[in-house]
């Protein structure tokens, strides 16, 4: 794997971060919804329908993403970036790729754990690997619930932290992920 001292992200890497993150912060607020503002009820499980079978396509695009920046790594940070800052930077990437991971992987064993299915964009189900376990459940559920409020954070603060390299520092970072010249 060679570094990539280009100042863009690939197109692909570029489709695959806004889309996922359209999908993260949908499948979000659909999730914060149904748990602390939706009444019970009929709606409420069919908008939890809704929240898993968005939520899910993230398990099949987070694979693909994984080994497009393995075989296409990013962009190197500009120099006017601390070696700390860098690390952080690379750090906070990491935890979200992790946590892109964990927090569906969790929402399934949730559903598994509850007797319910896991589908996917309303295609198919991904076939269930638990029985109904309410042992499980009163694992997986904070776990998920703990694990989005850390996303949600986390997305807020990637998004401050391009925002900030764009008006404040005034470099490449945030364009690095909107503009291209290459596949």
């Known amino acids: 794997m060679k570094a990539n ?5 690939t197109k692909t890497a570029q489709r695959l971060h806004w889309i996922m993150a359209t999908i993260f912060i949908v499948a979000w607020a659909i999730g914060f919804y149904c748990a602390n ?17 968005i939520a899910t396509l993230i398990l099949f695009l987070i694979v693909i993403r994984v080994f497009w920046r ?37 929402g399934c064993l949730l559903s598994w754990g509850s007797g319910y299915n ?5 295609l198919f189900d991904i076939p269930r690997l638990v029985a109904k ?18 996303a949600g954070a986390l997305v807020v603060v ?13 470099d490449s970072v945030l364009l690095s992920m909107v503009r291209n010249k290459k596949a």
């Open 70 to 106: 393995y075989t296409h790594p990013a962009p190197q940070l500009p120099d006017s970036i601390s070696l700390l800052m860098k690390r952080a930077a690379h750090a906070a990437h990491m935890t979200l790729y992790l946590i892109l991971i964990i927090l569906p992987v969790s």
């Open 158 to 170: 990637h998004i401050l932290a391009a925002l900030k390299h764009h008006f404040v520092d005034k």
């Open 37 to 53: 503002i939706m009444p019970s009820g009929p709606a409420k499980e069919s908008t939890i329908d809704l929240h898993k079978n």
């Open 118 to 122: 896991v589908p996917v964009a309303y």
């Open 133 to 150: 376990n309410p042992q499980l459940v009163s694992i997986a559920k904070p776990v998920h619930i703990y694990l989005s409020w850390f």
């Open 5 to 9: 001292t280009g100042t863009y992200y």
